[in-house]
């Protein structure tokens, strides 16, 4: 360990969240890092779950290298012609519903506008979201998170309200069979929803799968009910696809596999393959209405050109290589691999997940569905002297679930190689067959 580097990093640096991992990354190169001590490490992160083109990839250097040279930043005012190639590349990928584009710079950035859009058009204020969701650190963003980081800061955008998140596996709701029911759960977190309101539901924002609530994914319907309830109360849906757009579910987009088509989409993270692109997507009459009613979100960097293309040359990688088909058939792989720890391993207590975003959760009981925080951070530990880094959620009852998020550029050897290091780990820290 570097330890003048360290020190450095304590004397100077403001520290905001977990510990920083123990090792100084000098390069980033495809589905590796490589720290100071040339030691390669398998991204099994893409990052912070964006890079789905790799580290480097030189679609993304050159596109760069040009676009600084020519084309980088302009007055907020100004428009260029990045920036419609962006939104007509976008359009091309979605339903005719969602035409209508705003070129932004992050994922809480991207859902601030889209609360601001829901709010100013349907004339109301109160945002609901899951009780395990994270949409950003701003101040909107931030209130329509619940899975940290509400406690200290006084108090939240009034008027922000949680439903239960759908967690299959912990969920207290199920049918007289023991199965999970999540009809009656999404109904009794409307019907909180409908007591605490003053009568001026605006939206409901979620993720298609929940990346820092554990990885848990909306069971099918579950959407397209979610909308429907929506509706009926005369909302909007906004659904966040920082993390499952643009191929990582196996699909262009996760909501692709309901059927279902959101009153507004939020991109970011995978949007500029680990760069700052975000935007959000909507309609033309609520556009219309917007800007009747004087929509502003006039920020430094909104309709940057360099970010415009950053993100039209990663939809032009993902659509060129059937990069979506192509997690779809590596997250079967990945899917086949962890159900094969869950059965050789008492502390895999569940795996779920779909493409290259997949979860895997560890319990010290099957039965009981205890938290194997301790565990969770030994593995993680493990995993990274052998070469992986993995992420690891550890929220107040959820226990120690790895986040699973390779490039989507990763190859199956690479991909085998990462599930290999991880049983090895498990092995040394939690040897307990299952069924034992």
Request: aromatic share 6%.
């Amino acid at each position: 360990m570097d330890t003048p580097f360290w020190a450095d990093a304590d004397r100077l640096l403001i520290r905001y969240g977990a510990p920083f991992s123990p090792r100084v990354v000098e390069r980033a190169a495809g589905a590796y890092v490589y720290d100071d001590e040339g030691n390669a490490i398998l991204d099994f992160t893409s990052g912070q779950m964006s890079s789905v083109l790799g580290h480097s990839h030189p679609d993304i250097v050159s596109a760069v290298s040009k676009g600084i040279g020519t084309l980088d930043h302009l007055f907020s005012g100004m428009l260029s012609r990045p920036v419609l190639d962006l939104a007509a590349a976008l359009a091309e990928t979605l339903p005719p519903e969602l035409g209508k584009m705003l070129l932004l710079s992050t994922g809480a950035e991207s859902n601030e506008a889209a609360i601001k859009l829901a709010k100013l058009y349907t004339g109301r204020y109160e945002i609901v979201s899951f009780d395990r969701s994270w949409h950003g650190m701003s101040h909107g963003a931030a209130s329509a998170t619940y899975s940290a980081g509400r406690r200290g800061y006084g108090p939240p955008a009034p008027g922000n309200f949680s439903l239960p998140t759908p967690n299959a596996y912990r969920s207290p709701f199920r049918t007289p069979d023991g199965s999970y029911d999540w009809e009656a759960e999404l109904e009794y977190g409307f019907a909180l929803v409908d007591q605490q309101s003053s009568g001026s539901l605006a939206a409901c924002l979620v993720e298609p799968v929940l990346s820092s609530g554990g990885i848990i994914e909306l069971p099918p319907g579950y959407l397209a009910r979610l909308k429907e309830l929506c509706e009926e109360r005369g909302m909007l849906l906004i659904l966040d696809e920082a993390q499952t757009g643009l191929g990582r579910t196996g699909t262009m987009y996760a909501f692709e596999r309901d059927g279902v088509v959101p009153d507004l989409l939020t991109l970011s993270k995978t949007l500029g393959s680990g760069l700052p692109v975000a935007a959000v997507l909507t309609g033309e009459h609520i556009e219309r209405v917007c800007h009747e009613r004087g929509f502003l979100f006039f920020t430094t960097h909104v309709s940057d050109p360099l970010a415009a293309t950053v993100g039209a040359t990663v939809l032009s990688v993902i659509r060129r290589d059937g990069l979506a088909d192509r997690a779809a058939t590596l997250g079967r792989q990945l899917t086949a691999r962890l159900e094969d720890l869950h059965d050789r391993y008492e502390i895999v207590g569940d795996v779920r997940g779909r493409g290259l975003l997949q979860g895997l959760e560890l319990v010290t009981d099957r039965q009981r569905r205890t938290p194997a925080d301790k565990a969770g951070q030994a593995v993680t530990q493990e995993c990274l002297d052998r070469g992986l880094h993995l992420n690891i959620v550890q929220l107040p009852g959820m226990g120690g679930v790895f986040r699973i998020a390779p490039p989507l550029t990763v190859t199956e050897d690479e991909l085998h190689a990462g599930v290999d290091i991880l049983a090895a780990a498990i092995e040394k820290v939690a040897p307990g067959r299952a069924g034992a």
